[in-house]
T-cell receptor
Framework: ETGVTQSPTHLIKTRGQQVTLRCSSQ?????VSWYQQALGQGPQFIFQ???????GRGNFPPRFSGLQFPNYSSELNVNALELDDSALYLC?????????????FGAGTRLSVL | QQQVKQSPQSLIVQKGGISIINCAYE??????FPWYQQFPGKGPALLIAIRPDVSEKKEGRFTISFNKSAKQFSLHIMDSQPGDSATYFCAAISTGTDSWGKLQFGAGTQVVVTP
């Protein structure tokens, strides 16, 4: 177990709705990254939060947004859901600094958009 | 564009055999290369990782070979077991201060180990 917990495990939404996914990082980790994994593909980087600020962003539209809280937990919000948003959303935490490459993943939230 | 190319897409190996997965990259700023193992319905689990100043790293039955000049690295699974049946992802990242956290993943290799 990595100590990274995500909720909910599964979620079903309809097109146009909004969704919030949650992540609790591993104890001592101040950096959280979010990834989208479509079926049969590798994870794609959405964005990263470091000490409550967005530290970098992948090729995702602004309707994907996030937050990091003082306890380093994080939320991923997706507005105006589209069918192509159906995927496994993964949260990864890392201690940051020189060991920033080491990332530990949660089990993910499976989002289905109908 | 995909910054890390992984092959093969899938492979079948007999129990006790060797599984070999290859990856190639272009960005010379990458300085950390982890491998992840993912079972169905689970998140990726860090398996083993290497930095480019080392040509080989071994942990148990898993070995990474790294060729910096060719910008290639590979995972060898020795004495493959049915429990190793999973999808394996190579990844790369630049740990510079302006690029933390942006792991670039390969497309994955589905490994099936037959009894």
């Amino acid at each position: 177990e990595t100590g990274v917990t995500q909720s909910p495990t599964h979620l079903i939404k309809t097109r146009g709705q909004q969704v919030t996914l949650r992540c609790s990082s591993q104890s001592g980790h101040n950096t959280v990254s979010w990834y989208q994994q479509a079926l049969g593909q590798g994870p794609q980087f959405i964005f990263q939060y470091y000490r409550e600020e967005e530290n970098g962003r992948g090729n995702f539209p602004p309707r994907f947004s996030g937050l990091q809280f003082p306890n380093y937990s994080s939320e991923l919000n997706v507005n105006a859901l589209e069918l192509d948003d159906s995927a496994l959303y993964l949260c990864a935490s890392s201690p940051g600094g020189a060991s920033g490459g080491i990332q530990y993943f949660g089990a993910g939230t499976r989002l289905s958009v109908l | 564009q995909q910054q890390v190319k992984q092959s093969p897409q899938s492979l079948i190996v007999q129990k006790g055999g060797i599984s070999i997965i290859n990856c190639a990259y272009e960005n010379t700023a990458f300085d950390y290369f982890p491998w992840y193992q993912q079972f169905p319905g689970k998140g990726p689990a860090l398996l083993i990782a290497i930095r480019p100043d080392v040509s080989e790293k071994k942990e148990g039955r898993f070995t990474i070979s790294f060729n910096k000049s060719a910008k290639q690295f590979s995972l060898h699974i020795m004495d493959s077991q049915p429990g190793d049946s999973a999808t394996y992802f190579c990844a790369a990242i630049s740990t510079g201060t302006d690029s933390w956290g942006k792991l670039q993943f390969g497309a994955g290799t589905q490994v099936v180990v037959t009894p």
